[in-house]
């Protein structure tokens, strides 16, 4: 990287979901030592620094209006691999497609996944992802045993649950604000098929969509919710409910037939068992990869053409009652894990389908105890005023003891809302009136999602207390305030 201008690299950044945009400039490290020099230079030209990986933030935690962004999506080595125990070190741009390719083939599978593969590891420990088996294997920071971390200072500090265990527990989750990391060690997950087994049901109010999550949880793997944001009445909430477990090698005859169809034995009862008679096959990257058309004929790539008429309030109605009509027979089938987890792949480009400007995803993370009524009020409230989400996704949670966690003992609700020139403000002011409702159900928000979270909110979900040991973090990793944000300037100030 040379010392060039920062001018020179001006760039125009967007948010996944195309509703947020900012000037930067931009600068793409190709190895670690590289990073050192991105620091140098803010600091010679008196701009702060924010780290951006595959840009897959539905908010501005991967913006920096008028600073530099640094983009490291490079710095992508796999540094170690032990397929015997499972552990893996890499840096901060290997994305998660990168690593299951790298692990499967020994028969691993990352602990925790988020719903793209396209995220880089660093921007997942930047904000602790959840996948849909949370309420069983926790966030993704719940597997790091180590990770080296380069502080605005200079100094590179080696982190662990017990060493800087302080640092350790608020960079994971810390947006990026408190250093850069470097090298993260991994603890994989041993697979011995590369085939999940899952039960597809529906539900048909929010009452019996939390009670599934709440009572399936337990039993399975994987559990997630899809929720009818347009249903109405006695049917508010509805859905379908997905698990899933993980199959077993053996000599079992298959659950399904090639086409997926459900076998039975004679007495006509469907014919289960939990053993994948080829894991050979299936724990290759070849079965897992996602196909790049429908049917083997219909491009992927051009399916988000056909949605967009569909992303209107009465559009987007029938889309959700049709997909739910036809989730009204249960069903089992087994599935590979790439397909069930990377479910935001299956359609290349499918936010470009919400126009141009782009979507707001709103997550809130509300106890078990008081969802049901947190959430039928946010319903209700955006159906009244005629801005209804047109993708709901729901999962079952537990705490965990990182500093900016947005874990509770309950669920999270994420919802997807159309973001139009005419309705923009309107929508602020009801994601506003969400958090009010989150926060009086003692809920909690996720730093990778909403985009009108205000400081003072923040505040309030995090506790006085976490935030006073964050601010003092920051003061000590880095004193002259060169990594910021638009997220950290919103909701840090």
Known sequence: MNNTPPYEKLTLLDNFGHSLRSPAYVFQPAETEEIG?????????????????????????ALNGGGIVLDLRQVNRILAWDP??????????????????????????PPVVSGTMFTTLGGCLGMNIHGKNNFRMGTLGEHVLEFTILLPTGAEVTCSPKKNGDLFRACIGGMGMLGIFTSITLQMKKMASGLLEVHAFPVRSLE?????????????????????????????????????????????????????????NHFGCQVRNHFDPDPKKTLTVAYQTLPAKLFGVFPKSIIHYFMAPFMNNPGAWAVNTAKYVMGLRESYYNQPHAAFHFLLDYVPDWELAYGR????????????????????????????????????????????????????????????????????????????DFDRITLEAGGR????????????TAIRFL????????????????PHHLLESDLYRRVFG
């Open 208 to 264: 019996e969509h939390l009670e599934a999550l709440l009572d399936g949880a337990p039993q399975h793997d994987y559990i997630v919710g899809w929720l009818d944001a347009t249903a109405r009445g006695k049917g508010l909430g509805r859905g379908q409910i997905h698990t899933a477990d993980y199959l077993h090698e053996g000599d079992g005859c298959q659950v399904r037939n090639h086409f997926g169809c459900q076998v039975r």
């Open 445 to 456: 928000f996720y730093f990778a999602k909403n985009s009108e979270t205000t400081a003072e």
């Open 84 to 109: 015997a125990t499972g552990l893996l070190r890499a840096e901060p741009g290997v994305t998660l497609e990168h690593l299951w390719h790298t692990v499967l083939p020994d028969g691993w599978w």
């Open 463 to 478: 506790g006085e207390e976490a935030v006073a040991k964050f601010r003092s973090l920051k003061k000590r990793c880095d």
């Open 37 to 61: 020099q991105a620091l140098k230079l803010a600091k010679q030209h008196g701009l702060t620094i924010t780290l951006r990986g595959a840009g897959r933030s539905y908010n501005d935690a």
């Open 357 to 432: 400007n782009g979507l707001i995803q709103y997550q809130s993370f509300i106890l078990k105890e008081t969802a049901r009524e947190a959430w039928t009020e946010m319903l209700e409230l955006s159906q009244r005023r005629g801005l209804p989400s047109y993708l709901g996704v729901t999962k079952r949670h537990r705490p965990d003891n990182f500093l900016l966690t947005h874990a509770v003992d309950g669920y999270s609700l994420a919802l997807d809302f159309k973001v139009t020139s005419g309705n923009r403000s309107k929508m602020a002011q009801m994601l506003q």
